[in-house]
């Protein structure tokens, strides 16, 4: 950090007090709005270390924990598990759970997995079995903000058949403010 970032972060501290006494009216005073711009800066700065330091720290963690698995892994053993189980399951296809002292071996069949080729599904099916196809309506959004005005109160208006669309309303969007400032001023 540099003195002159001390020396504006003091500064700012020691005016905080006015600050707070100048926000229960109107801000017209270019100063004071430049002031709390730097105020805003240096807080959204201190937060970025802060945000920074805790990042190392969770990499930091996450390394740990990398060793950590690798140290205790089990998939060896897991493996050998699964092909006594197995094996068990060729001699008794009924043994689906194992219970041992430690704890229990569990083997499920899982769902079958389809592939479809949904392009080629479609076509044959619409011929030969059109009881298999579903049709999805939605509306189209993009067509429909090209096609239809808006009227100033909100409503839409169908220019083609002079009719108002009860089903649409719009909501204008709102101003939005941003604040960017200047990294070196800092």
Known sequence: MSALTDAWGLLDEHMAEFDQSALTGEIDQPELANRMLRRVMRE?????????????EKDHL??????????????????????????RLLRDPKTKTIHL???????RKRPDHWDFDDEAFLEWAKTRRTDLVRIKEE????????????????????????????AVTV??????FSIKGQEDDQ
Do not use: C, W
Request: glycine share 6%.
């Open 139 to 166: 509306v189209d959004r993009a067509a429909a903000k090209k096609a239809l005005i808006v009227n100033g109160d909100g409503r839409v208006l169908d220019f083609d058949s002079g009719e108002f669309v009860d």
């Open 62 to 87: 996450d390394e740990f924990l990398e060793r950590s698995r690798a140290a205790h892994d089990t998939s060896f053993l897991e493996m050998q598990l699964q092909r006594y189980h197995e094996a």
């Open 171 to 176: 909501t204008p969007g709102e101003l939005s």
């Open 101 to 107: 002292p430690s704890g229990t071996l569990v083997a």
């Open 44 to 56: 959204r700065r201190l937060f970025a270390e802060d945000e920074a330091l805790v990042q190392a």
